[in-house]
């Protein structure tokens, strides 16, 4: 029974199935390690220790619920639980118990898993940071906006957690946190019940150890059970590494990562790993995105700025503020380049590529009281609505994660998977073998 | 100060504006028509009397706060509001407070519209019909989802209310009931606060005696606020008709409607007004729409089901067990047949179309007793996205209205409402020309 809480998802799912071990232990073994460690990494907003024990034992005497039964799991404080509160970040909502489930919290306890709590985010999911740490070193931030949600599956304390990107929000802190973190297809997860802030963006996802164990996060939460099922590759893939406009901003250590991506993704491509630059028409997408967005939020959270402002962080008021400058002009015209930007990434990932690989984020997590980090080398995936991965890579020279993200074409989430889950088979180092 | 509540919202609007008439008088008066017509009519799940009339005291003494300012409101009792109960049309929701405004209805206050109450919805804004009944027969439907809005508006006790379509909830009760009803552009008002059915083609929009109220409605509740100019048609427009692939459900009165509209369109076509006909790889669209939907409300309304499903009734439960039959593959074939014709119509409306006219419903409203009509001649333009906008045209043999629906590019909803108000001020008819 001792150290269940290092099993994978996908690890601990089968052992449950086969009845080889308990729910019941399982929940314990997670508690045990939140307990000696949440002083330090202040992952978790709430924990529903006695509904979830109560629930672990229900299970362990049932037949087999679904794809994650009897598994336990952290949910971002964005999603609305029935039976935990849900502060989204904001002091706003201190005292909000919602009466139903986000309909994504509500397909995974249909698939048998069991919300043990509510993970740190940021302010309604921007960027005035919770107290959450980074599990490698408790000065630097995990990232956000799903600080607690990383911060939790990297330290052991859960194998898997929900999250949700607007702008870099899962494949950032999965970098900084040195997990994997996915970012399905825009649209593939129902956002209802989640609290809104882009709606063109805004998208759900999942922290794990493995690429199996988040295809099996994906899976129950859209409903797509086949997903749960990471095939091998089938034929080598075209792929190309592509270090965006905001490549000057990139640390050495993001540099080294990349150029250890492409040597270790030459061997499941087929020909050479090439180079995909953005056309010059498109070299504008982070600031595009980050435009769309701002405006968004301002009428996002129009309630909010109306009826609470004194209890909204200037940061955010600041954003909302800038957001409502934007003319509704200059957002159409965003959003057709958005979309322009889109067909033209859809024909070139039919006709010519199959893969990119990019840099998750700019370096290694900064001081926690330099924020959660920039989302840039997210912005434009997220934009364009690809699904997106987080496999870890490399340290820094601080000893922290660096991560690098793997996209495949809109709908293609079987495919990424399986490319990931390869990519990380075809490296001869442990690290990125263990998350395959 | 007689009979205020017969103003369009845009004659309102000026007034109110221009301090010729005073909010809490309007109010007052739609009050009035609401306690005459209510007790036939039961368009209204709640009224907030109080809080309105202290509002529209207090718009009348300050600063004209929007495109709204000081116009009374209904709202679809699928929005959430902060100060009404809100109960999705269901029992299992008999007690739900929100905290917060769905984000549209944040948007109609912030634009200065009171929000008088909340309106009949079918069941979850699906088939099971609620008590309202059609202001032109009180025997027969009015229509739904969006019973008591549409109802609400065409009664005028109230001059503009809130709706969402994911079938033909906006679309159908405007026929039913005579009035204007605009769907636009699929992801144009955020949806965020209101009640998830199918996300792939939840879409909100309003009801109002004119085109130009609509398009007030829509531009405060997007942010859109330019949209609520409508301007002249500047220049003639290709025009077709399209009997859609279910013309033979369509009744004899639906026939002349249509015929009478491609003559009345005509004097705003260049050219001759053509026939528009789907492809033969196309004619399967309301299937379609009907198993993405079906297969959609199955994962929205999981917790529901889990935890209520004696609150819910035998024709929703059938619909959610239908949809969970419905396998992911299927799920995912039917939105990739979707895109490609979203993509055909997309370039068809380009090179070759300006508007389509279609029609809004099989007939006449049906009795009351057989529920809330088929939307069947709104699936398909639902599953494209495309914005769509009921005109009353002629009446039935039971002298209930007939619409018919005008239908533009997605993202066109400027043309699409000039367009509307110029066909309707072509017609020689006063019925029509009302409408403009």
Redesign the interface.
Known sequence: MKDLESLSASQAVKALAKREIKASDLLLSCLDRIGQRENVLKAWVSLGKENALARAKTLDKGAIKGLLHGLPMGVKDLFDT?DLPTAYGSPI?AK?YP???A?SV??L??AGAIILGKTVTTEFASFKSGPTSNPHDSVHTPGGSSSGSAAAVADFMIPLATGSQTAGSIIRPASFCGIVGYKPTY?KI????V??LA??FDTLGCFGRTVEDVALGVAAMS????LARVEGLHNKARIAICKTPDWHLASKETASALALARFTAQSIAKGQVGDFIFPESQKDLRAIQTRIMLS?MS??L???R??YPKKMSVQILKQLSDGAQIS??QY?QDL?EAQSAGAYIDQLLRDELDLIIAPSAIGEAPLLKDGTGDPVFCRSWTLLGLPCINLNIASGSNGLPIGIQLIARK?QDSFLLSAARAFALASPDPILRDQA
Not at 190 to 193: E, F, I
């Open positions: 029935y909502y909000h009466n139903t489930d309909v509500a397909l306890r249909q649209g129902s956002v209802a019940g609290k809104s709606p063109s409903g797509d059970i086949p968004e009428r996002s129009a309630f909010e109306e009826h509704y002009r159409q057709l709908g």
